[in-house]
């Protein structure tokens, strides 16, 4: 339908409401914001929304940037746009109404206060359908062992920029896998690689988040 598209569209091209215009043929329309609620007023349900516009837009904007077409700021301005439109959804999300794909736990390892590749991922996941759970920067295994437990999650991902703090991934790696063995580790960050994935036993490495999305398509 075209009002769906159209929000796809504001999602892809990070219009989040009528006040915002990157592009000048979006100048003075409605955004992201004003059409998910014109959405839900016409009686299309929040998961109709989330998988035929919201979704789509973030895959569009999620592909663009795997294949080098979109860059970080374009990522940015379609999670603020997301941001904006799921306002209006979470409510649903929350009496149930509406049903998440699942659960990921998220956080930068400890020692890192690095954010930036963590918020994109959080925001791509989000986008794609997932209730994230973000734990910020610098966490040990005890607080993402509390938040897999207390959201009884079965995907946890972690990040690092740096390679001195890289190597925390190991110890927390391992006593999740302990603890939880059906639990799934994922790892990213600028200094990792698949190969050291594969050394600690962590079960994917992913160098962009619609990789990770897709992977997680298959569960």
Known sequence: MELLER????IETGKADEAT????????????SEL????????FSPGEILSEALII????????????KAFIPNLLISAKAMK?????????????????????????????????????????????GWNVIDLGTSVSAD????????????????????????LNMDKISSELKSRF?????FLGGAPLSQQYCDKIGADGYF????????YLETY
Not at 24 to 30: F, I, S, V, Y
Not at 36 to 43: H, I, K, Y
């Open 7 to 10: 929000l796809a569209e504001c």
């Open 21 to 32: 215009s990157f592009l000048p043929e979006q100048r003075g329309q409605k955004g992201a």
């Open 36 to 43: 998910t609620m014109e959405a839900l007023d016409l009686g």
């Open 57 to 68: 837009g973030m895959n569009r904007i999620g592909d663009k940037f795997s294949s080098g």
């Open 84 to 128: 904006a439109a799921m306002i209006h959804l979470e409510p649903f999300f929350k009496t149930g109404e509406a049903q998440y794909k699942g659960t990921f736990v998220l956080g930068t390892v400890q020692g890192d206060l690095h954010d930036i590749g963590k918020n994109i991922v959080k925001m791509v996941l989000q986008g794609s």
């Open 143 to 166: 607080k993402f062992i509390k938040a897999v437990e207390e959201n009884d999650a079965k995907f946890m991902g972690m990040s690092a920029l740096l390679t001195t703090t890289m």
């Open 181 to 185: 063995g059906d639990l799934k580790v």
């Open 207 to 214: 160098a962009d988040p619609r990789s990770l999305v897709k």
